[in-house]
């Protein structure tokens, strides 16, 4: 049976990957908390791969966070999540290790890259500087994978997801993404009777949103894509795959959608001094598209989902 590494299992996308590695089955899932291994810890993770015998990676763990924590704690952006990079592909190929899938960015494109964002945009132009120090370590950990295929031979690809959301997201009131952020928020308030939620920026930066269940599916199937038919598909000096629904919305519709979701009445108060950041980020996911995967959890069919999720969960979810 392949051993396959889940790193970041107890997050959202590394969850969900677990999830759908146990119940397609043939395989061992194999997984440490961040306490059992800190994967900024070069010996740790040495240690790991020459004794587990390790056949496949999906590198989720990482250093994250949205918008605020980004622009607040740019060196721990930067700072871990090189060393994850670092620590997990080097120590995976010293090991052995043939296959690996890291998780980037969608934040590795310039600010203002034309749209939609393909996979050629990568290094055209400046970043947004909210989250440059992170994108700059999801920028170098693909061109970890590029250079280990050149050099070793071996078979590390990367998926650039749009911003996530579902299941084991994180709902902590400012380091979090916007829906998990504004999710906790409305429902808060609906329990309060409250008159009208904060909502960050001026409502206008448009995003594209994909479920977790369908980003843990896009993962695997790019995973499990032959070499030949992922070669084909990508170039030797560009080997990244943007992982999407295609679709965006302004952040002012994301709060309509919510208000109706969770069924709070009240008003929306936009909070100018927060930033917009990027002012859009649509992914061109044509190329996944060409190999065969499309999306298929509609933005309200995947709010509906994850807000039952967080009822069921209100003693538990992470915050
Ligand atoms: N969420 C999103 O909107 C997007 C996410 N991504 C990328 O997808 C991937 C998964 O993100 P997501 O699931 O949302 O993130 P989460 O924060 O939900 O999960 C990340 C996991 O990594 C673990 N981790 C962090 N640092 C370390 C460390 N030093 N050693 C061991 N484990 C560590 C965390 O453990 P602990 O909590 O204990 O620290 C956590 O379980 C990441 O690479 C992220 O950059 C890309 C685009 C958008
Ligand atoms: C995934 C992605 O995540 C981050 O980039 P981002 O796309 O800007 O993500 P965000 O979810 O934080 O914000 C999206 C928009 O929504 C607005 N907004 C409103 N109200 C809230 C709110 O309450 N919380 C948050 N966080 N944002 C809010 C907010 O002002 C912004 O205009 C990067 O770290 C980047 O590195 C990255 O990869």
Redesign the pocket.
């Known amino acids: 049976m392949r051993r396959i590494y889940v790193a970041g299992h107890r997050g959202m996308v590394g969850s969900g990957l677990v999830r759908q590695l146990m119940q397609a089955g043939g395989v061992e899932v194999i997984t440490r908390t961040h306490a059992e291994l800190d994967l900024t810890n070069q010996q740790a993770v040495a240690d790991f791969f020459a004794t587990e015998s390790i056949d496949e990676v999906y590198l989720a763990a990482a250093r994250v ?6 622009n607040t704690y740019p060196a721990d952006f930067i700072y871990d999540n090189l060393m994850i990079e670092c620590n997990v592909i080097h120590q995976a190929y010293q090991a052995g290790v043939t296959k690996l899938l890291l998780l980037g ?3 590795i494109y310039p600010k203002a890259v034309s749209q939609p964002m393909s996979e050629e945009a990568l290094l055209t132009d400046v970043l947004e500087p ?2 440059e120090p ?2 700059i370590a999801k920028i170098a950990g693909i061109k970890l994978c590029e250079s280990y295929n050149r050099q070793h031979g071996v078979d590390y690809r990367s998926v650039m997801p749009t ?2 959301y579902g299941e084991n997201d994180n709902f902590h009131p400012e380091n ?4 998990p ?2 999710m906790r ?1 409305f429902h808060e308030a609906k329990l309060n009777n409250d008159s009208s939620v904060v ?3 001026s409502g206008t ?1 448009m ?1 594209e949103f994909l479920h977790v269940n369908d980003m843990a599916a896009a993962s695997i199937y790019v995973m499990d894509l032959d070499t030949e038919t992922y070669q084909s598909h990508t170039q030797a000096m560009l080997s990244h795959i943007n992982v999407g629904t295609g679709v965006d919305c302004t ?1 002012r519709e994301l709060a309509e959608s919510l208000k109706q979701v969770i069924g709070f009445e009240g008003e929306l108060a936009f909070d100018a001094s ?5 002012p859009r ?1 649509l992914m061109n996911v044509e190329r996944l598209a060409q190999l065969g995967w499309r999306a298929n959890i509609s933005l309200l069919e995947g709010l509906e989902q994850t807000y039952a999720w967080f009822l069921e969960h209100q003693n538990d979810y992470r915050k």
Do not use: E, Q
């Open positions: 966070g949205g918008i605020f924590a980004n960015s969608s934040c909210t989250n992170y994108a911003n996530l979090s993404h916007v829906i952020a504004m928020r909502v960050w920026g930066p995003r952040i927060k930033p917009d950041g990027a980020k």
